[in-house]
């Protein structure tokens, strides 16, 4: 089933996440049109340059393989209807301000950017 514009799409990023998140986040995503992920973001410090180890928490590993065999057959027929390519956009929200929409590979770098930019050490 094709995605529409009532479904739910959310990636929460930290460096760690309470056990309340958690338990939300594996009770709404059993709702139709919901996908909540958790990514675990922890930066490191290489000679000048940051390195992120990134890592999904939610939906876990061993649950993701049944959820990706079930959603294979949606993410087809989407790609079918788009040309198969993904034009999902994330909207990243600092101090209240909505950023740009971004594509999925430019929204990690806009995040860390922003969180640097505010002081946020990267270790």
């Not at 709404?28 to 990134?54: A, H, K, Q, T």
């Not at 649950?63 to 990706?68: E, T």
């Not at 994330?90 to 922003?114: N, S, T, W």
Request: contains cysteine.
């Amino acid at each position: 089933m094709p995605s529409s514009s009532t479904d739910v799409r959310i990636i929460l990023v930290s460096a760690d996440f309470g056990r309340e998140i958690t338990t939300a986040v594996l009770w709404l995503n059993r709702f139709e049109g919901m996908d909540i992920r958790c990514v675990r973001l922890v930066p490191y410090r290489l000679d000048n340059r940051v390195l992120l180890d990134i890592q999904q928490v939610l939906p876990l590993p061993e649950a993701a393989d049944y959820q990706v065999q079930v959603r294979r057959k949606q993410n087809q027929q989407e790609r079918v209807s788009s040309g198969g390519r993904d034009h999902t956009r994330y909207q990243i929200v600092v101090d209240g301000d909505a950023l740009p929409e971004q594509k999925k590979r430019h929204a990690v770098r806009v995040m860390v950017q922003q969180l640097v930019e505010r002081g946020v050490p990267p270790a």
